[in-house]
């Protein structure tokens, strides 16, 4: 195993590495006005498909639940 150094002060590397990362952090690339109106046209027919996909969701489940009910065996006999 590779042996660790103490944790105290941190080596050469680590400084520099941290000196890029806080640069990044400070500043960071900013999103542009073309991503910002595909988000938002994303959203807009997410939206509006929203409510027709659920009702479909529904009856689909009806459907399912329905024809489960007529194939499956009944707890009752049948004389």
């Known amino acids: 195993m590779i042996d660790e150094p103490e944790r105290g002060e941190p080596s050469p590397a680590e400084r520099r590495l941290g000196e890029h990362l806080e640069l990044m952090r400070v500043a960071g690339p900013e999103p542009g006005h073309s991503l910002v109106r595909r988000i938002v046209r994303t959203a807009r027919?997410?939206?509006?498909?929203?409510?027709?996909?659920?009702?479909?969701?529904?009856?689909?489940?009806?459907v399912v639940d329905g024809l489960r009910r007529l194939v499956a065996p009944s707890g009752r006999s049948r004389r």
Not at 52 to 58: I, S, T, W
């Open 45 to 62: 027919w997410q939206r509006a498909l929203r409510a027709p996909l659920l009702v479909a969701g529904v009856i689909a489940a009806a």
